[in-house]
């Protein structure tokens, strides 16, 4: 059985799937969706033991989540020209086969060098994923399904972070008598499987009749508008996330942390199983998009104008509403574009949305780093929202 792909037929199969026949596709979508965020996310809480053991500054302890947030941006676009050579569902294994080789590299590492350079190698086979899964869509699902596949693997990867960020040391590391280093293993290695499982499904394994464009069509305007948008979400989340401690430390409400960091990742896991039950009806609806992007902006404002439990519960809110939101902007390139043209365009949304979600929240750091007051950090994502809101109210969201 040949392991390549040809582009989506111009017309659609005239009988559906049976929902027993979808149901391996949406396994397989899940999983690899749950290996968008697991590998990044498990960092945080082994950061100590490693930072311990290889002497890290502050600095590079924080760089083990926040480099591979960096190369979902770099990484995007080499995830383009591979689904433009090999097909999305080779590039999909190929970048779970990077993922794992850095993931596990990472629990292997020797030394500082070593570990920043497998986990960079990691955030780049994650970015290839990340273009390769709308990609994939249309080979798999028919039109009618477009939607609700999108909402399948991005519920894999929400519930990845919560997974990721909840179990680890509570759960894993204890079996694995306390060390770091077969944490990552453990977590890093069934990805392989899922990698080969990719091949399964009896679906579109012809080679490529022709070269697609792969960098992204800076003409189209979906490539910058649903890119800026998309860096609202990400940076409210990862920001937030990132300044929470500090802002409850500022406020002499540290010993809330835990509780904030649970309710605040958990939130993101209810928007996920929101969005397989509404998928079908808010993806590619203005009004539901641009709802949500108020909603976010309105619970990151409360955040700063509330303290205590009204402060984090605003915080909560914010993430839910930003997680439904990130979902609903990720599932408009398959739903906007024919199948050739949707790798390039979610690859130049993610180097656009990425690049924000990492720099936006890095100026808010300088800013307070500045004045001495955190809530800056927090305001510059807020008024960052603001700036681009228009953009969701000018959004063109026909299929072209």
């Given at each position: 059985?040949?392991?390549?792909?040809?582009?989506?037929?111009?017309?659609?199969?005239?009988?559906?799937?049976?929902?027993?026949?979808?149901?391996?596709?949406?396994?397989?979508?899940?999983?690899?969706?749950?290996?968008?965020?697991?590998?990044?996310?498990?960092?945080?809480?082994?950061?100590?033991?490693?930072?311990?053991?290889?002497?890290?500054?502050?600095?590079?302890?924080?760089?083990?989540?926040?480099?591979?947030?960096?190369?979902?941006?770099?990484?995007?676009?080499?995830?383009?020209?591979?689904?433009?050579?090999?097909?999305?569902?080779?590039?999909?294994?190929?970048?779970?086969?990077?993922?794992?080789?850095?993931?596990?590299?990472?629990?292997?590492?020797?030394?500082?060098?070593?570990?920043?350079?497998?986990?960079?190698?990691?955030?780049?086979?994650?970015?290839?994923?990340?273009?390769?899964?709308?990609?994939?869509?249309?080979?798999?699902?028919?039109?009618?399904?477009?939607?609700?596949?999108?909402?399948?693997?991005?519920?894999?990867?929400?519930?990845?972070?919560?997974?990721?960020?909840?179990?680890?040391?509570?759960?894993?590391?204890?079996?694995?008598?306390?060390?770091?280093?077969?944490?990552?293993?453990?977590?890093s290695l069934p990805a392989l499987l899922v990698a080969a499982a990719l091949?399964?499904?009896?679906?579109?394994?012809?080679?490529?009749?022709?070269?697609?464009?792969?960098?992204?069509?800076?003409?189209?305007?979906?490539?910058?508008?649903?890119?800026?948008?998309?860096?609202?979400?990400?940076?409210?989340?990862?920001?937030?996330?990132?300044?929470?401690?500090?802002?409850?430390?500022?406020?002499?409400?540290?010993?809330?942390?835990?509780?904030?960091?649970?309710?605040?990742?958990?939130?993101?896991?209810?928007?996920?199983?929101?969005?397989?039950?509404?998928?079908?009806?808010?993806?590619?609806?203005?009004?539901?998009?641009?709802?949500?992007?108020?909603?976010?902006?309105l619970g990151t404002v409360g955040m700063l104008v509330f303290t205590g439990?009204?402060?984090?519960?605003?915080?909560?809110?914010?993430?839910?509403?930003?997680?439904?939101?990130?979902?609903?902007?990720?599932?408009?390139?398959?739903?906007?574009?024919?199948?050739?043209?949707?790798?390039?365009?979610?690859?130049?949304?993610?180097?656009?949305?990425?690049?924000?979600?990492?720099?936006?929240?890095?100026?808010?750091?300088?800013?307070?780093?500045?004045?001495?007051?955190?809530?800056?950090?927090?305001?510059?994502?807020?008024?960052?929202?603001?700036?681009?809101?228009?953009?969701?109210?000018?959004?063109?969201?026909?299929?072209?």
């Open positions: 059985m040949s392991a390549t792909e040809h582009p989506v037929p111009s017309t659609p199969p005239t009988t559906s799937p049976s929902s027993a026949s979808l149901l391996p596709v949406a396994l397989l979508l899940w999983l690899a969706g749950v290996y968008l965020r697991i590998p990044i996310l498990v960092a945080p809480p082994l950061a100590p033991f490693i930072g311990d053991e290889l002497a890290l500054s502050q600095t590079l302890t924080g760089a083990l989540t926040t480099l591979p947030i960096l190369m979902l941006a770099i990484g995007a676009m080499p995830g383009s020209l591979s689904i433009s050579r090999i097909g999305p569902r080779n590039t999909l294994a190929l970048a779970m086969f990077i993922m794992v080789i850095g993931s596990a590299g990472r629990g292997l590492a020797p030394d500082t060098l070593t570990l920043m350079l497998t986990s960079a190698v990691m955030g780049i086979g994650i970015a290839m994923m990340q273009p390769a899964l709308p990609a994939l869509l249309p080979r798999w699902l028919e039109p009618n399904h477009l939607a609700f596949g999108s909402a399948i693997y991005m519920n894999g990867m929400l519930m990845g972070e919560f997974i990721g960020a909840g179990i680890t040391l509570p759960i894993i590391m204890p079996l694995l008598d306390n060390s770091w280093r077969a944490t990552m293993l453990v977590w091949f399964l499904p009896k679906r579109d394994l012809a080679q490529p009749t022709r070269k697609v464009a792969w960098l992204p069509d800076w003409k189209n305007p979906l490539t910058l508008k649903l890119g800026l948008l998309l860096g609202v979400s990400g940076s409210l989340f990862f920001g937030v996330n990132a300044y929470l401690g500090a802002l409850l430390e500022q406020r002499g409400e540290f010993d809330n942390l835990t509780e904030a960091l649970f309710w605040y990742n958990f939130a993101q896991v209810i928007a996920s199983l929101l969005m397989l039950k509404m998928a079908r009806y808010w993806v590619g609806k203005k009004p539901p998009l641009i709802i949500m992007l108020i909603f976010s902006l439990w009204w402060a984090i519960a605003s915080a909560t809110f914010m993430s839910f509403t930003a997680g439904v939101l990130l979902i609903m902007m990720v599932a408009l390139p398959p739903l906007l574009v024919p199948a050739s043209e949707t790798g390039r365009l979610s690859a130049g949304n993610f180097l656009v949305g990425y690049t924000i979600a990492f720099t936006v929240p890095m100026l808010g750091g300088l800013l307070s780093d500045w004045t001495g007051d955190i809530r800056h950090a927090i305001a510059v994502m807020i008024a960052y929202g603001i700036l681009v809101s228009p953009l969701a109210i000018k959004l063109n969201l026909q299929r072209q």
